[in-house]
């Protein structure tokens, strides 16, 4: 079925280093895909997002990299800092069904100051 | 702070009781959306309005029913809940036609007693 995963469910990172979290997806069909941030007691934050026509895609401290031939996305946080710390859902939707947003399991981020 | 506003934040309900939620946005989005997240999961898709009209149903029980009485307000009506009912609930909005990320409000945390 049509599903987005990610590789790693927690990753603890030292400040100031650079975070990379990885998300696979399954859905060939997918044409746009979102990074959002979910600090606690919050709901989720656009962070970044990208079309299935390119393959990289900066942003402040933050890069995605899209590679469809093995269907992964990745999303790099540069010089990680404290107020990072958050779960970050990739998810995905097509053209076609543009309304039907399909999130990840997600990845827990930590920081250690 | 967040552009949607989901109130109320917390909520406790028995089971026989009826009680709504209620989601308010003002940035001229015409599609808005009911999102189920259980804890440490990802939020999942439960109903979207398209223009005031119900344009998806994920299969959710009758015992949660949607509104949308205009283009900014959007409520979830319960009855009849049951205690694996309990979860934050979070609203989002986003431009209705086109993919783009959705907005999403810090949600009310329901307990089902």
């Known amino acids: 079925g049509e599903s987005v995963g990610l590789h790693l469910p927690t990753l603890s990172v030292q400040e100031g280093d650079n975070s990379i979290i990885n998300c696979a997806y399954s859905?060939?069909?997918?044409?746009?895909f979102i990074w959002y941030k979910q600090e606690s007691g919050k709901g989720p934050q656009f962070i970044i997002d990208i079309r299935s026509n390119m393959d990289k895609r900066q942003g402040q401290r933050v890069t995605v990299l899209l590679n469809k031939t093995v269907k992964h996305l990745s999303l790099q946080i540069a010089a990680t800092q404290p107020g990072d710390s958050a779960v970050y859902f990739c998810?995905?939707?097509?053209?076609?069904?543009?309304?039907?947003?399909?999130f990840g399991p997600g990845t827990s981020l930590s920081v250690i100051p | 702070d967040t552009e949607v506003t989901q109130t109320p934040k917390h909520l406790v309900m028995g089971m026989t009781n009826k009680k709504s939620l209620k989601c308010e946005q003002h940035?001229?989005?015409?599609?808005m959306y009911w999102y189920k997240q259980k804890a440490k999961k990802p939020p999942e898709l439960m109903f979207v309005y398209s223009y005031e009209k119900l344009s998806i149903n994920e299969s959710v029980p009758s015992r949660f029913s949607p509104e949308c009485p205009n283009s900014s307000l959007l409520n979830l009506h319960l009855h009849a809940l049951q205690p694996e009912d309990s979860a934050l609930y979070l609203c989002a909005s986003s431009q209705d036609g086109q993919v783009v990320p959705l907005h999403f409000g810090n949600g009310t945390r329901l307990t089902v007693t």
């Open positions: 940035m001229g989005h015409r599609a």
């Open positions: 859905n060939s069909a997918s044409d746009y």
């Open positions: 998810a995905e939707n097509t053209e076609t069904s543009y309304d039907k947003v399909i």
